[in-house]
């Protein structure tokens, strides 16, 4: 039930500048037969909403975080935003764990 997301950002821009914001995490999956979302502060131990971004080229962050019980998660939702922009930018990414042995087809 405890996993550590690591999400890298990569300024693919002007690389001059400095970019910065807030990324926010949430991992959807199914819980008692009922498809459902968890926000961040319901999987971060610190109950934080967001998480603040600086860099010029590359920054890698880590996140900590504890899946409900009885939850299945599916994928992982991202979603950032840079500097004083309103709109998010938002990704899904199929929930996977490094080393764990692959899921065989049926």
């Known amino acids: 039930r405890r996993y550590r997301v690591e999400i890298t950002l990569v300024q693919a821009g002007t690389r001059d ?7 926010s995490i ?5 819980r008692g037969g009922a498809l459902i979302q968890v926000p ?27 899946l409900p019980e009885g939850f299945v998660p599916a994928s992982l939702l991202v979603e950032y935003r840079q500097g004083r922009n309103l709109e998010p930018v938002r990704q899904s990414f199929t929930w996977r764990v490094e080393d764990e042995p692959p899921v065989p087809a049926l």
């Not at 500048?17 to 990324?23: M, P, S, Y």
């Not at 961040?40 to 504890?66: C, K, T, V, W």
């Open 26 to 30: 949430a991992v959807s999956g199914e």
């Open 40 to 66: 961040m502060a319901e999987l971060d131990g610190n109950h934080r909403r967001e998480l603040p971004f600086s860099l010029r080229y590359f920054q890698q962050l880590e996140l900590p975080i504890e």
């Open 17 to 23: 500048a400095t970019a910065g914001g807030v990324l």
